[in-house]
Every structure is written in C-alpha cells, then in structure tokens.
C-alpha cells in the first residue's frame, strides 16, 4: 500500500488549503482512512476519519472547518480546511487503517505535508 499527500503549504489565518491523499495498491474503498496531524513536541492526533460506511468523525477542534471527501475514482482522500488558525500548523498524514472500522492499528502511512499558518 502506498500513500502519497500532497496540498500542503503556507497560509495566513483565516485561510484555507486542500489536502489530498493518493492511495494506491490495494481497493480503496475497502479500508478506513483519515487525517492525523503533529506539531512539534505534541502526540500524533486525528483530525478526521471515514470508515467504509461512511461514517466519519472530527476532532473536536475542526469541527465546522474541516472537511473530509474522496473521489472513489481517483484513489484519492481530501482534507479541505478553512478558517485556519496558527494552531493547525503541524505536519499532516495520511491514514489508511487496517479494517473497515477506525482503530488504533493500520496499513499504512503517508510521508507527511506541511501546513503553517502564520497570524
């Protein structure tokens, strides 16, 4: 499995950029996926996650900001994020779980893309 992330960059606050997240070498539609992000010193955390069903989930401080979409036909997860504040500025992945559901174990991780948003 191979995930590849792309979109990040450098914004002002109250911005907004689109993360997308290419997934490729297995069937896209058969694994959870999401967003977790990491700034420097702090924990690994989920910003945004989609299990099979189509249920997904926020992290409590995105909600209303973020946006979590796919284009089945394009192996592709996007991360659309508005209003950005300084403290959205970390490092941000890519997750392909290991099953239908969100856990804590998975099949594969992106490289990372960087978001800084300046105030």
């Known amino acids: 499995v191979t995930v590849v992330e792309s979109g990040g960059g450098s914004v002002q606050a109250g911005g907004s950029l689109r993360l997308s997240c290419v997934v490729s070498g297995t069937l896209f539609t058969a694994s959870a996926m999401g967003w977790y992000r990491q700034a420097p010193g702090r924990e690994r955390e989920m910003v945004a996650s989609?299990?099979?069903?189509?249920?997904?989930y926020y992290a409590d401080d995105v909600k209303g900001r973020f946006t979590l979409s796919r284009d089945i036909g394009a192996n592709t997860l996007y991360l659309e994020m508005n209003s950005l504040k300084p403290e959205d500025t970390a490092t941000y992945y890519c997750a392909v779980y290991d099953g239908m559901t969100i856990s804590r174990t998975y099949r594969a991780w992106g490289q990372g893309t960087q978001v800084t948003v300046s105030s």
């Open positions: 989609r299990t099979t069903g189509g249920t997904t």
